[in-house]
């Protein structure tokens, strides 16, 4: 009852708004835990809250390669993603993964519609580097679908497979793809799904969990070395969405049960908020 008690202000500031929810990698791997969040996501939307789900499929796109027969290789974080398995990606990101989500949306009593970069030319981008092949640096964001979508009373579901001005089909990391849809958007909230408690001073320890941090103090934390690896992009992609309009950017862990609805309808959250200083006037 407290719980609920103290959503209550939190459902009537959100209702209407806005919060773009990247989901993928840890959140996604057991069929309880992607049946959870899901229920969630139909719950913020019954009481108002407009989400937007973009979704990665690492995993789902691991096994696919490993059952043709094709190599998967990482650089810096990043697939490197050669015409074969190009094809691949947009199959099972598209496909497979797009429209399980889209059927657990409609399992849980929402609606929900499945679309990817390349719809309504939502995500334009070129080729990131040489060396990483098909990997795509967003170049332009075009949200009237999403708009559209939303208004109709549906769940945006988004792939993040772009394309270039040539049609050709693009590996977006999904983190940098919700960020620049967020931003586009104006949303409330960016909300990456992970599978760390939020950054922590110490990495292997969740109880240094740090709940809030100004944009200058996410740049000290940086410099100091205290956000290091994988976490440098997850931050430096919140950063870029609030520096275009986001009001806040929270990074959560997705194995945590309810982690979403608790971070965005609770006083004291579950993850790491990161935000704008207001300034007075």
């Known amino acids: 009852m407290k719980v609920l008690s103290e959503a209550l202000p939190y459902l009537q500031r959100f209702a209407g708004q806005t919060v773009v929810v990247k989901y993928g990698g840890a959140a996604m791997k057991s069929d309880e835990l992607k049946a959870a969040v899901i229920r969630d996501i139909v719950l913020l939307s019954t009481v108002g809250i407009r989400p937007v789900l973009v979704h990665g499929g690492g995993p789902e796109i691991n096994a696919m390669l490993d059952k043709v027969g094709i190599e998967h290789k990482f650089l810096n974080g990043l697939r490197v993603t050669d015409a074969a398995t190009m094809e691949i990606v947009e199959q ?6 797009n429209k399980s989500i889209v059927s657990l949306i409609s399992t849980a009593g929402g609606k929900a519609v499945g679309i990817c970069g390349k719809d309504g030319n939502l995500l334009r981008g070129v080729v990131k580097s040489e060396e990483l092949g098909f990997v795509g640096k967003v170049t332009s964001v075009d949200t009237t679908l999403i708009h ?13 497979v772009a394309m270039d001005a040539s049609g050709q089909a693009l590996n977006v990391n999904a983190d940098t793809a919700a960020g620049a849809i967020a931003a586009k958007l104006g949303a409330e909230k960016l909300i990456l799904m992970t599978d760390v408690p939020g950054v922590c001073t110490d990495k292997d320890d969740p109880s240094t969990l740090i709940r809030e941090l100004t944009m200058d103090e996410t740049k000290e934390a940086i410099e100091k070395g205290v ?8 931050v430096e992609c919140c950063m870029s969405s609030i520096s275009n309009g986001v009001k806040s950017a929270h990074i959560i862990d997705g194995r945590a049960k309810h982690s979403l609805l608790l971070e965005i309808l609770t006083d004291t959250g579950v ?11």
Not at 92 to 97: E, N, R
Not at 227 to 232: D, E, K, S
């Open 148 to 160: 559209n979508l939303v208004e109709a009373g549906y769940i945006p579901v988004v792939a993040t």
């Open 92 to 97: 099972v990101l598209t496909g497979k993964v």
């Open 271 to 281: 993850g790491t908020v990161i935000t704008s200083p207001v300034i007075a006037v």
């Open 227 to 234: 956000i290091a690896g994988g976490m440098i992009p997850k």
